[in-house]
């Protein structure tokens, strides 16, 4: 399979959770709202989402101010906001995912199900990131079956890459 499943054992869910200390450690601060997920484009660069809006930003190490005004996903992924919650970098991409969980009141909302990728581009000499391919919007399903788990006990919160460059979810 292109992707993996990891039960919690003291949740009886699909879920991984991975801590990135350095998303949450000053001396930057993320322009809008609280950082959920992220990458690292090169030694001194990183990409930021949070799971309050589809922009992404783009940061350089010890400095609190974003590069640029950031890039805002909502055209590619046709959603205002996603819950962002992860990514990972194989090769010039970044994937990102959303929680495929239901929202805090129970709703199914297709904004949560997505998963999609950006590509590391250079622009004026700094990185930036633009929109590849299609966003997947119908991994929730799929998911929770082979985790053997109800839909709405399904909370994506972590996605990494192998070294053989698969992903895993």
Request: aromatic share 8%; net charge positive; hydrophobic share 35%.
């Amino acid at each position: 399979a292109a992707y993996q499943i990891v039960k919690s054992p003291d949740r009886g869910s699909a879920q991984l959770n991975l801590q990135a200390s350095w998303l949450t450690r000053r001396p930057w601060s993320p322009q809008n709202g609280l950082a959920s997920a992220g990458a690292f484009i090169d030694g001194t660069h990183f990409a930021v989402a949070s799971d309050e809006t589809n922009k992404l930003q783009i940061y350089e190490r010890g400095k609190p101010q974003p590069i640029g005004n950031g890039i805002d996903m909502e055209t590619f992924t046709s959603f205002d906001k996603s819950d962002l919650e992860a990514a990972a970098v194989i090769g010039d991409r970044i994937y990102w995912i959303s929680s495929h969980s239901f929202n805090s009141r129970g709703e199914d909302r297709p904004k949560r199900k997505v998963f999609f990728a950006t590509k590391i581009v250079q622009a004026n000499g700094k990185p930036s990131l633009e929109g590849v391919g299609k966003p997947v919007k119908s991994l929730r399903d799929p998911l929770a079956k082979a985790a053997g788990i109800k839909l709405e006990e399904m909370n994506i919160e972590a996605l990494t890459a192998t070294p053989e460059g698969g992903l895993l979810i």
